[in-house]
């Protein structure tokens, strides 16, 4: 079973559209995130969701939206795509918030804007 | 979280041990040292993590000197599966809501 699993894998997309990303946990775990990773493989985090709840909310455009429908998914919808939002999105959960350890992070979807 | 400096890339014979460096002067007494590695085309994966003694898991050991101003990852017999991206993390483990902030890590190429 995977412990955190994204779809889809791959996303091509013209620019405008808007799409959805789909993230599932089956650890358990409280708190779920997702990060992007850009051509420079630089990882930042986007949100952090804990127990449905919206925690973390870097720097990112308000065309991205996380939804939680329970605590075993997190959703991510991007409105309006842009070039520049082609990157790997990665989804990952951990059992507490504010802990550096035991993240588990999800095999990414890899998002194309053309 | 401290900044953590590490180096861009390492090689290092299969079988032999890998020792990868990191430096973090800036780090203050209650952030932990957090290790995690992301091989090509996968998410990240947790190895291992510490405060001020030495750490053993079945990945790795985790080296921190007493002024905890520089710590290094040990993969004892590394194999051409430990290629990977290593990120070398600084971070308050509780009491805060900031997450894993990943620098640029270091390449780790297990020649064979």
């Known amino acids: 079973d995977t412990a955190v699993s994204q779809t889809p894998k791959y996303l091509v997309t013209q620019m405008g559209n808007d799409k959805s990303i789909k993230c599932e946990q089956n650890l358990g775990h409280d708190t779920m995130y997702w990060y992007k990773q850009d051509s420079k493989k630089f990882l930042k985090i986007m949100f952090s969701?804990?127990?449905?709840?919206?925690?973390i909310n870097e720097t990112v455009p308000n065309r991205f939206s996380p939804k939680s429908p329970d605590k075993a998914h997190l959703n991510l919808h991007i409105n309006s795509l842009e070039l520049g939002d082609s990157a790997v999105y990665f989804c990952?959960?951990?059992?507490?918030?504010?802990?550096?350890?035991?993240?588990?992070f999800g095999s990414g979807t890899r998002l194309t804007v053309v | 979280d401290a900044k953590t400096t590490q180096p861009p890339s390492m090689d290092c014979a299969e079988g032999r041990a890998a020792n990868l460096p990191c430096n973090h002067s800036t780090i203050s007494g209650n952030e932990y040292v957090y290790w995690y590695r992301q091989i090509h085309s996968q998410g990240p994966q947790y190895i291992i993590h510490g405060l001020k003694n030495n750490e053993t898991n079945e990945m790795a050991s985790l080296i921190i000197t007493e002024d905890r101003k520089s710590s290094t990852l040990i993969l004892p017999h590394a194999t051409l599966r430990d290629t990977a991206v290593y990120y070398c993390i600084g971070k308050i483990s509780s009491g805060s809501a900031r997450q894993l902030t990943f620098g640029s890590g270091t390449q780790l190429t297990v020649l064979p």
């Open positions: 990952a959960s951990s059992q507490v918030v504010d802990r550096g350890y035991g993240y588990t």
């Open positions: 969701y804990n127990n449905k709840e919206l925690i």
